[in-house]
């Protein structure tokens, strides 16, 4: 053959197998096993994480009493107040993270012109005047109808310290504490359940060894006093930043139960702490390893797991992920530590398959944190002065909230693979529940970029009646919300399926989930 014959030979044939790939589907099949429910999903599943860093507290929920361009509730933003009863949210952890082991509660209650300013060495080195506080935060997750979920200072704080907090916050009581809330407009405590007793105590929490901070945490439960008002406190042991199995394995060996109900995990989708890449533009290849880190969860919840079944067999104590979610360089021209990144699709993808992964783990995960909820890593909200937008990891929480507090119904997955280069990944993600009234859903994420995938979901142990569906795709991987345009990734509702007897069958586009309701 000529050369140049030659070549165009094998440009079509180039051309040919790339256009048969595109098109190409693989198939997989989701057994749901709808008579086997026994765990319920605790709906703290679903909770979020509100530092101060950044924008997430101070432009983020709240924007100050004062503010008249910005409509809020004693200076919480009303709509990102809206917002986020939309998504249910059950619990928000605060005021750190890191922040939390620098924080002394006392500097933020009372008149706020009399209160001393911190500076956030944590993140970006800027003052805060203290502004939102105790009262500030626990006022505010009434508004939201969600529970708190305090993070102690153990780093640099002191027993006494956490003692007095848990008094002023729970203590109805005559007692100095509850006495000097009333004084600061407060009747009524708040009944606060969640305790965490310090936050990374391996790192920023004061880089102790697992040993040490067992000893420190039996110090500092034994002066937790309960004011009986909220059924009993929920005590957390600061835990492992990801496959750091030891830390799990001491805490579990030198804090009798009677002393513990969670143990933490920390775990986020990082390509390289050192090249972390763009938020929005990013290779393929740098969305098949964000996804293997998600993908992750599944080894560590699993590992961390067989370690407290070990120490726990009746699983009286839970393992908390309050954080989770994928973490990239800053937008640019933004201040590198204030971690503002926008949100992908890739990002729903994280999202959806981590919460089917804590679905599906429900026995032993009863409270996982995203991090953050505003405007810092993989953040449901984003805002720009009086502009909010909802990122596609809001509306796949959204999607996935019917889970919450439902009845967990196991699922049998035969998985298709999603391949790049000579790499593969189960493309499929799916976990199943059925709520109070009936109704089964089940949430199915295809994190293939390329390809469609034929979905099969056979429903064994009810007959299948009426079937709606809600799908969340966009055109291309790197598609995000901007304020220009904060509804061009949205839910909506999904007709790519049709019933067979007890089965659905689906074709799920590249990178989308699908939340399928059944009806018997
Ligand atoms: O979420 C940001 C930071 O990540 C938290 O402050 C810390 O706990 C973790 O390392």
Redesign the pocket.
């Known amino acids: 053959m000529h050369t140049f014959q030659r070549l165009v030979f094998v440009l079509l044939l180039a051309t040919a197998s790339s256009f048969l790939t595109a098109q190409s589907t693989a198939s997989g099949k989701i057994i749901v096993n709808a008579d086997l429910g026994k765990d319920t999903i605790s709906k703290h599943i679903y909770g979020h994480?509100s530092?101060h860093?950044g924008h997430c507290i101070y432009g983020g929920f709240y924007v100050g009493e004062n503010n008249a361009k910005i409509p809020n509730i004693k200076g919480v933003r009303t709509d990102v107040v809206d917002a986020l009863k939309a998504l249910k949210i059950p619990n928000l952890r605060w005021p750190?993270?890191?922040?939390?082991d620098t924080y002394h509660w006392k500097d933020g209650i009372g008149p706020k012109s009399e209160r001393p300013s911190i500076v956030n060495t944590?993140?970006g080195g800027v003052t805060e005047d203290n502004s939102f506080g105790t009262h500030d935060f626990l006022d505010m997750c009434e508004l939201l109808g969600t529970e708190p979920y305090l993070s102690a200072n153990v780093g640099s704080g002191t027993v006494k310290e956490l003692a007095d907090w848990i008094q002023y916050v729970n203590h109805d009581g005559t007692s100095p504490m509850a006495d000097l809330r009333r004084k600061n407009g407060r009747e009524k405590s708040w009944g606060v359940k969640y305790w965490g007793i310090g936050?990374?105590m391996w790192?920023?929490?004061g880089h102790m060894t697992p040993e040490f901070y067992a000893n420190i945490y039996r110090q500092y439960v034994t002066f937790m006093t309960d004011w009986t008002n909220t059924g009993g406190l929920f005590r957390v042991a600061s835990g492992a930043?990801g496959n750091n199995y030891n830390w799990t394995e001491v805490l579990m060996r030198d804090i009798p139960l009677r002393m513990l109900d969670a143990v933490a995990l920390?775990h986020?989708s990082v390509i390289d702490w050192n090249a972390k890449g763009s938020a929005t533009e990013y290779s393929e290849g740098q969305y098949f390893t964000i996804m293997k880190k998600a993908l992750e969860m599944e080894e560590l919840v699993q590992r961390h797991t067989t370690i407290m079944d070990k120490y726990d067999p009746k699983k009286r104590v839970a393992l908390f992920v309050d954080?989770w979610?994928g973490?990239y360089n800053v937008e640019p021209g933004t201040n590198p530590g204030f971690?503002y990144q926008q949100n992908t699709m890739r990002d729903a993808m994280i999202a959806a398959t981590t919460l089917n992964i804590f679905n599906n783990h429900c026995d032993r995960v009863k409270m996982a944190n995203l991090?953050?909820t505003i405007n810092?890593?993989q953040a449901v909200i984003l805002t720009d002065e009086e502009k909010m937008l909802l990122t596609p990891t809001y509306h796949v929480m959204k999607m996935y909230n019917v889970h919450q507090d439902a009845l967990l119904l196991p699922v049998d997955v035969q998985n298709c693979n999603y391949t790049f280069e000579n790499q593969s990944l189960p493309a499929l993600s799916a976990s199943a529940s059925r709520d109070n009234s009936g109704v089964t859903h089940i949430s199915v994420a295809n994190i293939d970029s390329k390809e469609t995938k034929s979905v099969t979901v056979e429903l064994r142990g009810i007959a299948v009646g009426t079937v709606e569906a809600e799908i969340l795709r966009s055109a291309k991987l790197q598609d995000h919300n901007t304020f220009d345009q904060p509804d061009a990734i949205k839910p909506a509702r999904f007709n790519g399926f049709k019933r067979n007897g007890n089965s659905i069958e689906m074709e799920l586009p590249p990178f989308s989930v699908v939340v399928l309701a059944v009806k018997r």
């Not at 750190?96 to 939390?100: K, N, Q, V």
Request: proline share 0%; aromatic share 24%; hydrophobic share 40%.
């Open positions: 994480f530092e860093l750190g993270g890191c922040f939390a944590w993140w936050n990374e790192g920023c929490g930043g920390h986020y954080e979610g973490w971690l991090a953050q810092v890593l």
